[in-house]
T-cell receptor, first 112, second 114 residues
Framework: AQSVTQLDSQVPVFEEAPVELRCNYS??????LFWYVQYPNQGLQLLLK??????LVESINGFEAEFNKSQTSFHLRKPSVHISDTAEYFC??????????FGPGTSLSVIP | NAGVTQTPKFQVLKTGQSMTLQCAQD?????MSWYRQDPGMGLRLIHY???????DQGEVPNGYNVSRSTTEDFPLRLLSAAPSQTSVYFC?????????????FGSGTRLTVV
């Protein structure tokens, strides 16, 4: 069975500093990987996804994530965060013909 | 282009009452699902549907029923509300369940059972 681990439940970071949100998964087959963002009092929005090909994927607002098969990781990074990045971030994994499994989430707080 | 619409946004129920949370999507998505979100527990799948007329249980189905008579609608019924069902409920849809399409989420229903 698949599972997703997000090692940090809360990550405080100063504005304009870099941030990394960690995600590890377990699966015995090929996976598709996703990061979702949830702003306060809203639903989740797809941030980026890895399907195949290049292991580095980027979002339109400056986040990137790198798929590392040997370490079964899909960490999310941003070189310089803004106040508006304060949100909950969820890593998710899917295999073909199976449901998406979400991690427990990481709360990112950007400090002015 | 409404996406996924959930109603109501807020609801307070008394223990033992029943109600239906509505979910509708206008994107012709095959796959629809219901999640509940609780602090520290992430999202847990309640029920899902891979197409009209087809539903199945997720991780935490007890106390909930679903049906999918049309592609667009996927209501979630609470049969006899309990305080343990106090949560935020999200409906999510995807173009097809067997491909790696991302999910589109509704804005959620915050339910309190007293």
């Amino acid at each position: 069975a698949q599972s997703v681990t997000q090692l940090d439940s809360q990550v405080p970071v100063f504005e304009e500093a870099p941030v990394e949100l960690r995600c590890n998964y377990s699966s015995s087959v090929s996976v598709y990987l996703f990061w979702y963002v949830q702003y306060p009092n809203q639903g989740l929005q797809l941030l980026l996804k890895y399907l195949s090909g290049s292991t580095l994927v980027e979002s339109i607002n400056g986040f990137e994530a790198e798929f590392n098969k040997s370490q079964t990781s899909f960490h999310l990074r941003k070189p310089s965060v803004h106040i508006s990045d304060t949100a909950e971030y969820f890593c998710a994994v899917k295999t073909s013909y199976d449901k998406v499994i979400f991690g427990p989430g990481t709360s990112l707080s950007v400090i002015p | 282009n409404a996406g996924v619409t959930q109603t109501p946004k807020f609801q307070v129920l008394k223990t033992g009452q029943s109600m239906t949370l509505q979910c509708a999507q206008d994107m012709n998505h095959e796959y629809m699902s219901w999640y509940r979100q609780d602090p520290g527990m992430g999202l847990r799948l309640i029920h899902y549907s891979v197409g009209a007329g087809i539903t199945d249980q997720g991780e935490v189905p007890n106390g909930y029923n679903v049906s999918r008579s049309t592609t667009e609608d996927f209501p979630l019924r609470l049969l006899s509300a309990a305080p343990s069902q106090t949560s935020v409920y999200f409906c999510a849809s995807s173009l097809a369940w067997d491909r790696a399409y991302g999910y589109t989420f509704g804005s959620g229903t915050r339910l309190t059972v007293v």
